[in-house]
């Protein structure tokens, strides 16, 4: 797992109640929708940049939870090395939103960031109560940790152009799930102000 500079435990005065979620982004998209969903992906991986810089000016917690493959062994610099260096199809997409040293990276073996992990207990030492969850899949990947984050009582923030599926279809069906099941706030990512949940509980009203 990856650090990230200046966040220390739940005490810390200042600390951002809010982190961002970067979900099975590092993907090799070798499997035989993968042209479909990289079609999908690469606007998505536009914005999640744009909105990754945000949250790291604001210094909140960018944690990649990311699938491993199905191979147990995997690790992060294997995972890394193979999408950037192997010419697959997921390069442009891992190009974009390859993880920098400050990141924390979380490997699930399942569907669930949170199945298996340790992301929960990450959360809890970072003092996080409230996930902006992005990437694939917004109809498996995404709609399973969104309905384990709501079990764990945290708030969900889901920017719709910040998630993918195979096609537009499938994700709008899965916000329309993550919006009434897990009572995820389903938004546009420039709406996304992190600085109003630096040093206090997130309001489940604004963005």
Known sequence: MMTQKGQTGSGRKNQPSIALLIIDVINDMEFEEGMQLLRQALPMAKKIAALKARARAAQVPIIYVNDNFGHWRSDLKTQISHCLNDGVRGEPVARLL???????????????????????????????????????????????????????????????????????????MALANMEKAAHALICKSSSINFKRYTGSRAKRSSV
Do not use: M, W
């Not at 960031?113 to 030492?125: A, C, D, I, W």
């Not at 709501?150 to 889901?158: A, F, G, K, P, S």
């Open 98 to 172: 390859a993880p920098e040293h400050s990141d924390f990276f979380v490997l699930k073996p399942k569907s669930s960031g949170f199945f298996g992990t340790t992301l929960h207990t990450l959360l809890r030492h970072l003092g996080v109560n409230t996930l902006v969850l992005t990437g694939l899949a917004a109809d498996v990947c995404i709609l399973f940790t969104a309905h384990d984050a709501h079990l764990r009582d945290y708030q969900i923030i889901v920017p719709s152009d910040c998630v993918a599926s195979n096609t537009l279809r499938e994700t709008r």
